[in-house]
């Protein structure tokens, strides 16, 4: 993802995990999106929501959001017990 104007989120159903490039931290499994997005007025971007229940918070124009449509090698095991880990 880019800069906040240009940010378009993945599908719903697909693996998502954060990433900072900065300084390499990254979310330690991958999530499954729903779909859905909170905005706030303060943030340069959205905080997309999983199946989970986990949050990215909110996607700065330094942040980067990988995804994927199969399922990932570190998948969250809340996610996978949801029965929605398949898009």
Known sequence: M????ARTWPAAGSWIRRWFPQNGW???RWHVFTGDA????????????????????PMWTLDDLSARESEPDAPCRLCLRAGRAEP
């Open 26 to 28: 990254a979310t330690a």
């Open 38 to 57: 909170i905005w706030r007025v303060d943030w340069a971007g959205p905080s997309l929501e999983t199946v989970c229940g986990y949050r990215t918070g």
């Open 2 to 5: 880019t800069s906040s104007a």
